[in-house]
């Protein structure tokens, strides 16, 4: 892991808080988050059929292997979402069923060592911006600011979302994420020293999308050599608590 200097704990993401669900039905976040993902995949987008889902929440086979991460505003209430997928009883993960072609010779890290990032989305109305995608990261120039919420050009829900996500996934062994994203935000993240590197072709799952992976000590060392504050944060602790 990257050493840094301690200094006073700069606050990425002032407005929102970001915890960990737990999909066992004793957390009241986790039917926000599957509602949330109703809303986005299933009435927004139209990945999906919303007639699958009479309940108006949406899940699938993956749910129970994957950890959970959600981002809550100031009045508490869930405003992006997060799944790390784990690697199922064939050692697969799910951009393998869609992203079946890799580029030649990639060798895939150990299953064990790696999650998939899916489901990555930030609640339409703090999508504002001139060009913002649906994981809250501006891709255009020109962004307008929404009045309801003080926000600058940083994506604080993505950043609170993936501070959560890195926090479980070097307590419990993850070194490798992968990820299918467009590559509109696969250029924003490596802006911000979150670099993936792209290991497919890009197909069709759920929109245009290549297969990605980070080794996530990479990350580490760019983000502790090009910003140190944001890696000490990444690896503190969020003193306003889950």
């Known amino acids: 892991m990257a ?3 301690t200094h006073q704990m700069v606050e990425f993401a002032p407005h929102f808080r970001s915890c960990t669900i737990r999909p066992d039905g004793t957390d009241s976040r986790m039917r926000a988050a599957l509602g949330l993902r109703f809303q986005i995949y299933c009435e927004e987008c139209a990945f999906l059929p919303a007639s699958d889902y009479p309940d108006k929440l949406e899940s699938d086979g993956f749910d129970a292997g994957a950890a959970h991460f959600g981002a809550v505003n100031l009045t508490d209430q869930l405003v992006g979402y997060v799944r790390l997928v784990r690697p199922n009883a064939q050692a697969a993960f799910p951009f393998q069923q869609h992203c079946a072609q890799l580029h030649a010779g ?3 890290p150990e299953a064990s060592l790696a999650g998939e990032i ?4 930030v609640r339409n109305d703090y999508r504002r911006r001139r060009g913002d995608i649906l994981a809250g990261v501006t891709t255009g120039d020109g962004a307008i600011a929404p009045d309801h919420e003080r926000r600058d050009n940083s994506p604080q829900i993505l950043l609170s979302l993936y501070r959560s996500m890195y926090q479980f996934s070097v307590a419990n062994g993850v070194r490798y994420w992968y990820a299918a994203m467009e590559r509109s935000l696969a250029r924003a993240l ?22 990605y992976v980070a080794d996530l000590r ?14 000490a944060w990444m690896q503190g602790v969020d003193v306003r608590g889950n």
């Not at 490596?190 to 297969?211: E, L, W």
């Open 190 to 211: 490596t802006r911000m020293n979150f670099t993936f590197v792209q290991i497919g072709p890009q197909t069709d799952y759920y929109g245009p999308v290549a297969p």
């Open 218 to 231: 990479e990350l580490e060392a760019r983000i502790g050599e090009c910003n140190p504050p944001l890696l």
């Open 3 to 5: 050493e840094i200097e």
């Open 118 to 121: 899916s489901r990555l989305m």
């Open 106 to 108: 990639v060798a895939l």
